[in-house]
């Protein structure tokens, strides 16, 4: 059960704080109809410098990174 209140998650009775103006690699997918493991592996792919191996696909929403992860979406969509 998941309780979303003051940009607190909780999940099994853990607490995360997730700002409201982040997106994660998870939602961008899902809001798509990719799965996330072929989105994360296509991410994962470009390498980019500003992400380090194991850390969560979690950037800023409008930010830089986020609109290369858009990219790579929008790559992915067209080839589909």
């Known amino acids: ?3 979303v ?4 998650i909780r999940t099994s009775g853990r607490d995360e704080v997730k700002s409201h ?4 690699a998870v939602e961008m997918a ?9 989105f994360r592996a296509a ?8 992400h380090s191996l ?3 696909w979690t ?4 930010s830089p990174e ?4 858009r990219a790579v979406m929008d790559r992915l969509l067209k080839s589909a």
């Open 1 to 3: 059960m998941i309780f």
């Open 5 to 8: 209140a003051e940009g607190i």
């Open 21 to 24: 103006s982040e997106v994660t």
């Open 30 to 38: 899902k809001a798509e109809g990719v799965d996330p493991k072929t």
């Open 43 to 50: 991410l994962r792919r470009e390498d980019f410098s500003w």
């Open 54 to 56: 194991g850390e969560k």
């Open 59 to 62: 950037v800023g929403r409008d």
């Open 66 to 69: 986020h609109r290369d992860m």
